[in-house]
Antibody, heavy 121, light 108 residues
Framework: EVQLVESGGGLVKPGGSLRLSCAASGFSFSTFVMNWVRQAPGKGLEWVSSISSSATDIYYADSVKGRFTISRDNAKNSLYLQMHSLRAEDTAVYYC??????????????WGQGALVTVSS | SYVLTQPPSVSVAPGQTARIPCGGENIGSKSVHWYQQKPGQAPVLVVYEDSDRPSGIPERFSGSNSGNTATLTISRVEAGDEADYYCQVWDSSSDQCVFGTGTKVTVL
């Protein structure tokens, strides 16, 4: 059974930093593109970032480019999101998600339970 | 950047058919995916690559995509289908994933 478990969420002050982790199990993690998607309270889904299986291709939403860094450790079956210069508008539930197939083009068939990040003074 | 537009809400009576449009420039040339999200839960993929269904998704959920509009169709709507629905594509011109604005489906 595919499992994705996010951790590392919490309350942080504006301008602060936070690192999210996503522990994956039940599939061959090292062969899949992985993604972060967020959802602000009462709002829609917003894609944050994607990383290829070997981390050679990395993409970001314009809203986080230059502040967030996605990475992965295939030996540990783990995905990360390092967030710097956090703003109130980054407040959201952050999900890690795995696609149906191995590339960037496919839908996200597996999702974690989400990690809440609250940016507030 | 690429934009996907959905109506904020769709209402449908039980047993009837709900159609949720997702508009985007030449979306017919892209692969469209659809998600169902109920309050407090993670999204669930209900249709991928325009019209394929993941295992466990009822045949009542179907999709189509042509021109500037993709459509998710829910046949024989049930009370349990009440949820928010989002379309999604990968925009290869910008190398970014894009979600639609979301549609709340209400079962009357």
């Amino acid at each position: 059974e595919v499992q994705l478990v996010e951790s590392g969420g919490g309350l942080v002050k504006p301008g602060g930093s936070l690192r999210l982790s996503c522990a994956a199990s039940g599939f061959s993690f090292s062969t899949f593109v992985m993604n972060w998607v967020r959802q602000a309270p009462g709002k829609g889904l917003e894609w944050v970032s994607s990383i290829s299986s070997s981390a050679t291709d990395i993409y970001y939403a314009d809203s986080v480019k230059g502040r967030f860094t996605i990475s992965r450790d295939n030996a540990k079956n783990s995905l990360y999101l390092q967030m710097h210069s956090l703003r109130a508008e980054d407040t959201a539930v952050y999900y890690c998600a795995r696609p149906v197939d191995y590339d960037f083009y496919n839908g996200f068939v597996s999702w974690g339970q989400g990690a809440l990040v609250t940016v507030s003074s | 950047s690429y934009v996907l537009t959905q109506p904020p809400s769709v209402s449908v009576a039980p047993g009837q058919t709900a159609r949720i449009p997702c508009g985007g420039e030449n979306i017919g040339s892209k692969s469209v995916h659809w998600y169902q999200q109920k309050p407090g839960q993670a999204p669930v993929l209900v249709v991928y690559e325009d019209s394929d269904r993941p295992s466990g998704i009822p045949e009542r959920f179907s999709g189509s995509n042509s021109g500037n509009t993709a459509t998710l169709t829910i046949s024989r709507v049930e009370a349990g289908d009440e949820a928010d629905y989002y379309c999604q594509v990968w925009d290869s011109s910008s190398d970014q994933c894009v979600f639609g604005t979301g549609t709340k489906v209400t079962v009357l």
